[in-house]
């Protein structure tokens, strides 16, 4: 039972080239989110999708795509890869129902993405 | 708008003091959900608590304890006895009635033995 899977974990850009960060769960989870994290500004949410076929934009969306394939899994796109886009990117996962007492967000690994 | 605000960006204590980590929210919902993780330096993230905001009842597991108080909109987490292996960035988090995760900008917890 992997949980929350990313690839790649590390990955150099050069400005103006694009690349997909994939993500897979296996916890038959509903919702998946895409954060990154930058120092001082903790976990900011880039894309949010509640259910296979949905998505919805989060607090920082620009400069970002995404695509959620099936239930398992939810891509992050970079079309044109800017500097200010270097970071560290998280997915994660949840159930989806808010009543459980289960309910908390899975988090995978992280890619650690940095843009020349 | 959905805001969680941690005013402590670092903390150093020396190991066995008491520690208390700040978080402050903002947000119109009446129902959400309040939560804890800790990154240590190895840079996964581990869920600690989830609180409901019908639950106003502190928490205590070990050294780790939780004060939620709606009247001050905030959810403070207390370490007793800290230890090095505490050492951390904990991340506070409100998740609202559309189901989106929003946390706060993190405070990095340095134990010294």
């Known amino acids: 039972n992997a949980g929350v899977t990313q690839t790649p974990k590390f990955q150099v850009l050069k400005t103006g080239q694009s690349m997909t960060l994939q993500c897979a769960q296996d916890m038959n989870h509903n919702s998946m989110y895409w954060y990154r994290q930058d120092p001082g500004m903790g976990l900011r949410l880039i894309y949010y999708s509640a259910s296979e076929g949905t998505t919805d934009k989060g607090e920082v969306p620009n400069g970002y795509n995404v695509s959620r394939l099936n239930k398992r899994e939810f891509s992050l796109r970079l079309e044109s890869a800017a500097p200010s886009q270097t970071s560290v990117y998280f997915c994660?996962?949840?159930?989806?129902?808010?009543?459980?007492?289960?309910?908390?967000?899975?988090f995978g690994s992280g890619t650690q993405l940095s843009v020349l | 708008a959905q805001k969680v605000t941690q005013a402590q960006t670092e903390i150093s204590v020396v190991e066995k003091e008491d520690v208390t980590l700040d978080c402050v929210y903002e947000t119109r919902d009446t129902t959400y959900y309040l939560f804890w993780y800790k990154q240590p330096p190895s840079g996964e993230l581990v869920f600690l608590i989830r609180?409901?905001?019908?639950?106003?009842q502190n928490e205590i597991s070990g050294r780790y304890s939780w004060n939620f108080q709606k009247s001050t909109s905030s959810f403070n987490f207390t370490i007793t006895a800290s230890q090095v292996v505490d050492s951390a960035v904990y991340f506070c988090a409100l998740r609202d009635n559309f189901n989106k995760f929003y946390f706060g900008s993190g405070t990095k917890l340095n134990v010294k033995p």
């Open positions: 609180r409901n905001s019908f639950d106003e």
């Open positions: 994660a996962s949840v159930h989806g129902v808010r009543s459980s007492t289960n309910e908390k967000l899975f």
